[in-house]
């Protein structure tokens, strides 16, 4: 089993920025890949970057490609998603997913955290 417990979402103007986290536990979280998707009211959910705990490999949606970067602090088993120029469209719950490989879908993703709000305001 792997435990995520996403933190760091709140509400910040257009053009801001602002960092989320996701503290990752369980035996064998290490071995898999690291993502966030987001869903925004009305809309499906949408993969935004992923990275992999060991190398650190990246995957980025175009739609954040540039303004976003998702990092990893293996001492701390905690991934990151440090959001930048941020826009209204960005406003979403914010997911934290565990899979089994770098993947832009949610089929590889096996464990996810209860969300985090980011509002953008205009």
């Known amino acids: 089993q792997v435990q995520l417990v996403e933190s760091g979402g709140g509400l910040v103007q257009a053009g801001g920025s602002l960092r989320v986290s996701c503290a990752a536990s369980?035996?064998?979280?290490?071995?898999?890949?690291m993502a966030w998707f987001r869903e925004a009211p009305g809309k499906e959910r949408e993969f935004v970057a992923a990275?992999?705990?060991?190398?650190?490999?990246?995957y980025y949606a175009d739609s954040v490609s540039g303004r976003f970067t998702i990092s990893r602090d293996n001492a701390k088993n905690t991934v990151y998603l440090q959001m930048k120029s941020l826009k209204p469209e960005d406003t979403a719950v914010y997911y934290c997913?565990?899979?089994?490989?770098?993947?832009?879908?949610?089929?590889?993703?096996?464990?996810w955290g209860q969300g985090t709000q980011v509002t953008v305001s205009s």
């Open positions: 997913a565990a899979g089994t490989k770098l993947a832009g879908t949610e089929m590889p993703y096996d464990y």
């Open positions: 369980g035996r064998t979280f290490r071995s898999y890949a």
């Open positions: 990275i992999t705990w060991i190398g650190g490999n990246t």
